[in-house]
């Protein structure tokens, strides 16, 4: 692509992207904020492929596309009506004193010093020399690493302690939202066109998540978009009205949501008792090392982003949750029981 | 000669994309703009992905193209049909 | 310098101060929380123009694994979030 | 090829601004939701192009992520939550 058009194209993206992101965060309701949103969404999946980031790319594909904007939706569902058309309450705020109108011009002003000075900082940074350490570190040990994606050596291998963390900050999350109560009520089965469509969509995802997996070795993907796009099957059988989506009992479910961070941890400790350092693969093995632990990761990630989309617990045998807060309270009470929940529908 | 025909659905298929839009755009009331919609996504695509299929350097390649066509064909029939109830619905029960 | 770099980099700046404003200011809980993506977005964009290093060199696999993580963190804790608030409002609805 | 991929992109580019507007516009949330749509086709497209151009080779699986997500934004915007089955 020559210079000119490719600076024009730049331009002309990040003046869409930046108009979208001051229209979703200053609409006046909350529901235009979410579409919005997530027209946001499918243009930075642009802008990151246009970086070289097609990593990258392929997560936000999922997720902004996929999983973000289903879940804004589904939060607003339920939300409580106000039905006050114009009447935005960040305008209700700003009328009911001086002091208020005070702290959003200091807000303000202070928001803008923020980005000032971290634009200054970033614009010197980029005037010096390239700092390309890091950069030439990973492609002088790519070849121990065990795969020759650079990004997945760097997650499952160079960085491995960041990778495991991250799958634990993954895990507490969903612990969080699973001690929360009961997840929100499902979708009304599909009609026979979207029906149809999920039918198909599901194991495409399935197998497009299943490739992602296994070339992300040498190419762009690997466990994150892999779990990414699997947990968007799950978003998709969730739409069509599925109220298990195919997912495995409790106790079963738990060992999945669990196995990319114990799995991660016992490879790093069998591997402190044979005298390596936790977490340094012996590179003949580290290709199939990382290859086990990213299915797991890849299984965890799903697993935790389907439920996160759900909201809390399954529903047990198809039961609605309701929504009054005592059977909440009640369900939180028995939640350290685990139960077998009903397998309404599993499958596609 | 493959690259003339190449060229021409490419070109084609930007003309339909941009119709579409400018169809969703200029007409007055929800379901012309949906029709005008179905174009770009129906015709403009299948237009542009025929034309980088003749350039495709290997079969998985185009393969996917053809995925990326019809996947697309099937969410702008489904969510249109979805759309197009769902303002329906408001419009019966306000 | 690359003009690329440093456009991607001050975009980023920018969004992130919006989306920090917002988040600051809004009153609305569900706005809240998009604000906070959108500041996300603003972060991944910086370290993505950091990592970038012009067309024809591979760019810094590093901040690449930090944004593509960052993602999926991002989208469970959003997911937190919104939980907490459904916990919130059907408290309130009680009373 | 290159050059007319370039001007592809931003004929592309062009019909995005078009649908941008749409959505801002509106005037209702199925207005948006049917922009929303188009933009998601029209990053696809872009997406397709600027893979040969970047000589990014997996920009296309991107594209396919999309394709097959791109109804999951209308269908979540239209679904009905399960207690109102019978209103």
Known sequence: MNPVSLQLFDVLLLLSIVGLAWASLASPDDRRSVILFMAL????ALAWGRLLAPDVALAEAAIGAGLSGALLLAALREQPRREAPGATEAVAKRGSSRLQAMTQWVVTLLCAGLAGILGWVLMHIFAGPPLDRLTQAVSANLGVSGVSNPVTAVLLNFRGYDTLLELAVLLTAVLGILALGPGRAGYQPAGPIFDALARSLAPLLILVSAYLLWVGAHAPGGAFQAGATLAAAGVVLRLAGRQRIGLPP??????????????????GLSLLLMGRPFLGYPPAWAGALILVIESAAMLSIAATLVLAFIGGRLPAHGIPAAEPATTRREAITTAAAPERGGEEESGC | MIDVVSSLLIVAGVGFYLAGSIGLLRLPELYARLHALTKADNLGLGLLTAGLMLQSPDLLYALKLLLIWLAVLAASATSAHLIARHARRRETRP | ???????????????????????????????????????????F??????????????????????VLTGIVVAVSATALALALARRLNAEHADE | MSELYSLAVLGLMLSLFLGLLRVLRGPGAADRMLAVQLIGTTGVGMLLLLGPLLGQRALIDVALILALLAAVAAIAFTGEPRESRDD
């Not at chain 1, 969404?41 to 930075?44: E, I, K, P, S």
């Open chain 1, 41 to 44: 969404g499918l243009l930075l």
């Open chain 1, 250 to 267: 409790e106790g079963a479910l738990r060992l999945v949501m669990t196995a990319g961070v114990g799995l991660f941890l016992a490879v």
């Open chain 3, 1 to 43: 310098m690359l003009t690329a770099q440093l456009l991607y980099a001050l975009t980023g700046c920018l969004i992130m101060a919006l989306g920090l404003r917002t988040a600051l200011l809004h009153a609305s809980l569900l706005r809240r929380v998009v604000a906070i993506n959108v500041m996300g977005t603003g972060v």
């Open chain 3, 45 to 66: 964009m910086i370290l993505l123009a950091i990592a970038y290093r012009g067309p024809e060199l591979a760019p810094d696999p590093v901040p690449h694994a930090l």
